[in-house]
């Protein structure tokens, strides 16, 4: 699918330093879309001498370093020719910020991403009109970033789950899961903090059979996710709170001539 790149806007900066931007939609941005809705931050922010066109994305330092390093960091230098960098926060995060006119201009216009508030956030109409494997991939961006996998009595039923505040975005990603033949369930819940109430819209894939659907047509790229599905493949079970490292070790420890996890 070719995009419409009309509105797209280059700086001088953006001119200057090679900035691209893709022309059609392929997995690789349709992917990168779903990290953005899942984890991303874009706002135009404007100072006295200056407007800043800012794009950001942030995770857990542990168990997202990797995944920033070896798959997101490459994924925008190859969409858009972008150099970036790893930032460790006080926090304990991991972040890329950057700022690009043509970039911003490009997810905002060209893809049909909102700007930051993602305040009721869909799935963007391009990917909602796209082939199967440009919507999973989509998924599983989002997924990879902002969805979890749990394994529940005794770490042994994995639960694929994904939690949102916008109904757009799930009743969308509803009907995108369901074109894809993989059975979820799905709920509201009310909460409050601090007297506010709160509505978290929730979709979960539960059982080993759909977790198996999930893998052969979405999958992971996230390592976070991965280490948790292999571990529990490996061995039959998980330990909750266990970090990629320890998963690592695990896997690395079974691997060995002869290699029992228990010795």
């Known amino acids: 699918m070719e995009l419409d790149l009309s509105k797209v806007e280059f700086?001088?900066?953006?001119?200057?330093?090679?900035?691209?931007?893709?022309?059609?939609?392929?997995?690789?941005?349709?992917?990168?879309?779903?990290?953005?809705v899942g984890d991303g931050y874009m706002k135009i922010q404007k100072r006295k001498s200056a407007i800043d066109y800012k794009l950001q994305y942030s995770g857990h330092f542990i168990n997202e370093y990797a995944w920033y390093q070896f798959i997101l960091s490459p994924l925008i230098n190859k969409l858009f020719?972008?150099?970036?960098?790893?930032?460790?926060?006080?926090?304990?995060?991991?972040?890329?910020?950057?700022?690009?006119?043509?970039?911003?201009?490009?997810m905002h216009h060209a893809c049909g991403i909102q700007l930051?508030?993602?305040k009721n956030i869909d799935v963007p109409e391009i990917i909602k009109n796209a082939n199967l494997s440009i919507k999973a991939a989509f998924i599983r961006g989002l997924v990879d970033t902002d969805g979890s996998l749990v394994f529940k009595n005794s770490g042994r039923n994995p639960t694929i789950d994904i939690s949102t505040s916008s109904k757009a975005l799930y009743d969308t990603l509803q009907e995108l899961i369901s074109e894809l033949g993989i059975g979820f369930y799905s709920c509201v819940y009310h909460t409050s903090r601090n007297l506010t109430p709160i509505i978290q819209y929730k979709i979960q894939i539960n059982g080993k059979k759909k977790l198996a659907k999930w893998i052969?047509?979405?999958?992971?790229?996230?390592?976070?996710?991965?280490?948790?599905?292999?571990v529990w493949k490996t061995t039959g079970s998980l330990k909750p709170y266990t970090n990629i490292h320890e998963r690592i070790e695990i896997l690395e420890k079974k691997k060995r001539p002869g290699g029992d996890l228990n010795s």
């Open 81 to 106: 020719n972008k150099e970036n960098y790893l930032k460790k926060s006080n926090s304990n995060s991991v972040s890329i910020c950057f700022r690009s006119k043509a970039i911003l201009t490009f």
């Open 116 to 118: 930051s508030p993602k």
């Open 216 to 230: 052969e047509l979405v999958g992971f790229s996230s390592y976070n996710h991965l280490t948790k599905y292999l």
């Open 11 to 36: 700086s001088h900066n953006d001119k200057r330093l090679g900035i691209k931007v893709p022309t059609e939609l392929t997995e690789d941005l349709a992917y990168f879309m779903g990290v953005h």
